[in-house]
């Protein structure tokens, strides 16, 4: 087969698709055509396919690197699914899990896979990728590259230090949110050898944008949600809240579920499995919900917090409509709102002291000493640290947030990760084991029946299922887990919430050493002038809201929207105040078309920049056109 028809091939059997959208195909080939390529495709574009297809035609194994360890796990799972082997490594994994992963790749048993732009970092991680048979090289939210992106990730500089060990692999850089000067920054950093973007326009005709001033925000997403009908999305900033605007809508008989990292895997799983197939309308969630998933019914999307960048808010309205029909992005805000976000600015750019502190005091927590600490990973427990240094929790948390993006730290909010369990003794060693030692025979048998591979890799298993099913407590289960990893049996890793913080460079001595904050200036500035593009957006009120996102993203050759509160309201006013005139110009136009000049003398008594204003908004609304001899006429 040709490349040509092994793509086809491919989308059809993995798929079940027969045609590709708009600009997929132009991208795969050039992919496959072993070109350094850039893909610019709105959320709901098919950013994923743009480089697991090319990966699947040009074979071997296709290097992913993706920022979130979530966004990951589902990508893996959704290619499972679909027959495709994947494995992910992240920075939450140990040393033994990477090494079978590692080695099942080198055996090329793995068609995909996905690392964390931290392990790129790690010389001897680089170097065993080497060995690896890479086809492609794909980077997934490619704008976390730039520091003028509004995610900037350190981490990912490494990434174009790949190119050393695979020159002849080409590189495919996808997002869904980036300004001009991002584009160019991303090519730059991961070295392109020549300047290659697609780009599809981020308009999205069928979605209509809102903004409403409102003090009763339940009130009027209760009213939102009966008037549009259809599922929905509702994003809000912190966990709490998710669960709170839950419950309070369930009281209005409203069916709706809430969603954040902190809940385990398969209740978020679940969760969202409901939500797709119309079980619960309304799913309540932080910015840790929609990524990956494609579910093209949605009818509403309400923020009820401002976000804190036009990219995150574009990003995740536009988890709506994605089946082409009318749908509404509507962010309610009130004059609180808007200071509440510049408080936040000033809480996310705390002063050097500072961050000074927040570095002192977590190198004593873990009891670091000077010149020590690269590559350790801890589970970071916040609010244990806060407690012992007289620290708040939010200074902390931004103060992390400042070291990371200087490279001193990688800060890895994970979420929920499952329990898991690899066997180690072989089956002889076993067999007698479990006569010597009766009492885990249960959960030792459970295990092996329940789940497959476990001699061969970790494997998440449930923990409610397997002490249900070997008769015995969750309280037991987990004793009995412990001691069968401590007696060599099993290797067992316990369940966890908390984040992970990785150590990137050794701990400096302070007395002697500045923190180099390089980047922190620069990116402070840039912090600020997202949070004002926000405010601006939710402000005015004469601009139609689609060509405000649009102009953010570099994007200007569009007519209003028609359909955002802008429009709507402008569209009213001008009814309200030129309604005889209109209809004067219609009849004027019924029987003949007119250049602009002609027309307007046949006005003069009507102010000059009113009727212009007019003519130009009866021909935004296709009530008017202009033809190709620059005559105006009545369109019926």
């Known amino acids: 087969m040709t490349h040509q028809q092994d793509i086809y091939f491919y989308l059809k ?80 994994m140990n040393l033994k899990e990477i090494d079978i992963a590692l080695n099942n790749a080198a055996y090329g048993h793995v068609q995909f896979l996905y690392v964390s732009p931290e392990r790129i970092e790690n010389e001897t991680f680089r170097q065993r990728l080497s060995y690896l048979p890479i086809g492609l090289i794909a980077i997934d939210e490619a704008h976390c590259i730039s520091q003028w992106g509004y995610d900037f990730r350190p981490s990912y500089l490494k990434i174009a230090e790949l190119r050393e060990y695979f020159p002849n692999v080409s590189v495919i850089a996808v997002t869904a949110s980036a300004t001009k000067e991002v584009v160019e920054d991303i090519q730059l950093k991961l070295q392109f050898k020549k300047s290659n973007v697609f780009r599809q326009s981020f308009e999205r005709k069928n979605i209509r944008y809102v903004v409403q001033l409102e003090e009763n925000k339940y009130e009027r997403l209760l009213k939102i949600i009966h008037n549009i009908g259809g599922t929905g999305i509702v994003y809000v900033r912190n966990r709490k809240k998710t669960e709170e605007i839950c419950k ?130 801890v589970n970071f427990d916040i609010d244990e640290v806060t407690r012992n240094y007289n620290l708040k929790p939010v200074t902390l948390y931004n103060a992390i947030k400042c070291l990371e993006k200087e490279g001193y730290f990688s800060f890895l909010d994970s979420g929920y990760e499952p329990s898991k369990v690899m066997m180690v003794m072989g089956k002889d060693d076993l067999y007698n084991y479990q006569i010597k030692f009766p009492k885990y025979e249960p959960v030792i048998k459970v295990l092996l029946r ?35 990893h401590t007696q060599g049996v099993i290797s067992f890793i316990p369940q966890t919430t908390l984040p992970k913080l990785i150590f990137l460079q050794n701990r400096l001595n302070l007395k002697f050493e500045n923190i180099s904050l390089v980047n922190y200036p620069v990116l402070k500035q840039k912090a600020l002038a997202r949070i004002n593009s926000v405010i601006h957006y939710v402000t005015e009120r004469n601009i139609c809201r689609s060509r405000l996102l649009l102009s953010y993203f570099d994007e200007t050759d569009f007519k209003d929207c028609q359909y955002c509160d802008v429009c709507v309201e402008k569209y009213k006013r001008y009814l309200e105040a030129d309604e005889g005139l209109i209809e004067t110009i219609k009849t004027e136009l019924y029987h003949q078309s007119l250049k602009l000049p002609d027309l307007m003398r046949k006005f003069q008594s009507v102010n000059s920049k009113r009727l212009n204003d007019l003519i130009n908004q009866l021909i935004d609304d296709d009530i008017l056109a202009i033809d190709s001899d620059k005559k105006i006429h009545l369109k019926r």
């Open 13 to 92: 059997k993995h798929w079940g698709y027969d045609s590709f959208r708009p600009l997929q195909e132009d991208i795969i080939t050039s992919v496959i055509d072993n070109k350094d390529t850039l893909a610019l495709l709105p959320t709901g574009g098919g950013k994923s396919i743009c480089f697991q297809i090319p990966g699947l035609a040009i074979g071997g194994t296709c290097l992913v690197v993706s920022p979130l360890i979530a966004l990951m796990n589902d990508q893996v799972q959704n290619l499972k699914n679909r027959g495709i082997s994947a494995v992910a490594i992240t920075s939450s």
């Open 248 to 377: 309070w809508l369930i009281q209005n008989n409203i069916s709706s579920s809430f969603y954040h990292a902190g809940i385990n895997a398969n209740d978020r799983a679940v969760i969202q499995q409901n939500w797709i197939d119309n079980r619960s309308q309304v799913i309540v969630a932080t910015n840790a919900f929609g990524m990956g998933i494609d579910k093209p019914d949605v009818r509403f999307v309400v923020h009820l917090d401002l976000p804190e960048s036009l990219e995150a808010y574009f990003q995740e309205a536009g988890r709506a409509g994605r089946d082409e029909k009318s749908a509404y992005a509507v962010l309610l805000c009130n004059h609180a709102d808007v200071a509440s976000l510049k408080e936040q600015y000033e809480q996310k750019t705390p002063s050097i002291e500072e961050i000074k502190q927040a570095y002192q005091a977590i190198y004593n927590f873990y009891q670091i000493p000077v010149e020590s600490g690269e590559g350790l990973s």
């Open 450 to 484: 329940s789940y497959g591979g476990l001699y061969e890799q970790y494997v998440p298993i449930k923990e409610k299922e397997v002490a249900y099913r070997a008769k015995i407590s969750e309280h037991e289960l987990l004793s009995q887990l412990e001691n069968l």
